[in-house]
């Protein structure tokens, strides 16, 4: 699959440069030359990740950055002027995933799109299943038969932890320290009362993948 590279940089000469770069490392790259004709290509293009420069004419890189994360998880690279450290900062703030200072080389840049692509690949392609019971750990949505549902934050730690080792026995221990980090304050009969709950809000009918294994902990069985 070639991916796709939207450059949104008012300095034609930069934004040139940086598109050769990447088609050359194998990306479709495209330019948008100013704010509003980027916000239109990132609307119909859909591309896999976002150069954006800061300091555009009309819409700014930071209105444009914040209006991309409310659209969606488009991952983007900023591109800031040598010395505006509040400038990263911001853009960091608005949703940004990285950013690279002008003046900059052309390797590093590449290096930097491919890393943030490679961490994005990871993060969006947890969606987890178990039957007709989905999560997805991004966006923490969680659907039973097509169904969303809603579950407390310990829930979903503890279905999450379920759903990475399906089918293997879990003792209690192993369920806090994955699902909480070991932070829990609690003793292990809390674990059975989130379980509990659990079950009520994800079995349905003849699906309880919930199972209690007597002496040891639970499994979910999928
Ligand atoms: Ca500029």
């Given at each position: 699959v070639i991916q796709t590279i939207l450059i949104i940089e008012d300095e034609r000469r930069i934004a040139d440069w940086i598109r050769i770069y990447l088609e050359r490392a194998g990306f479709t790259a495209v330019n948008a030359y100013d704010g509003k004709d980027g916000l239109g290509l990132a609307r119909s293009l859909n591309p896999d990740l976002i150069i954006l420069?800061?300091?555009?004419?009309?819409?700014?890189g930071m209105d444009l950055c914040r209006i991309f994360r409310q659209e969606s998880d488009v991952p983007i690279i900023m591109l800031t002027s040598k010395g505006r450290k509040e400038d990263r900062i911001n853009g960091l703030d608005e949703g940004a995933d990285d950013y690279i200072t002008k003046p900059f080389d052309a390797d590093e840049l590449v290096g930097r799109v491919k890393a943030v692509l490679r961490r994005y690949r990871g993060h969006v392609q947890k969606t987890l299943s178990c039957g007709i019971l989905y999560l997805n750990e991004s966006t923490q949505e969680v659907s039973l038969d097509g169904q969303a549902i809603k579950l407390s934050r310990a829930q979903f730690d503890i279905l999450s932890v379920f759903m990475r080792n399906p089918n293997i026995v879990l003792t209690r221990n192993q369920l806090i320290e994955q699902a909480f980090n070991n932070n829990f304050?609690?003793?292990?009969?809390a674990i059975d009362t989130h379980i509990r709950r659990l079950r009520k809000l994800i079995h349905k009918n003849e699906f309880k993948p919930i199972q209690t294994i007597y002496g040891s902990g639970y499994k979910l069985v999928c």
């Open positions: 420069d800061l300091m555009l004419p009309g819409l700014n304050e609690a003793f292990d009969r």
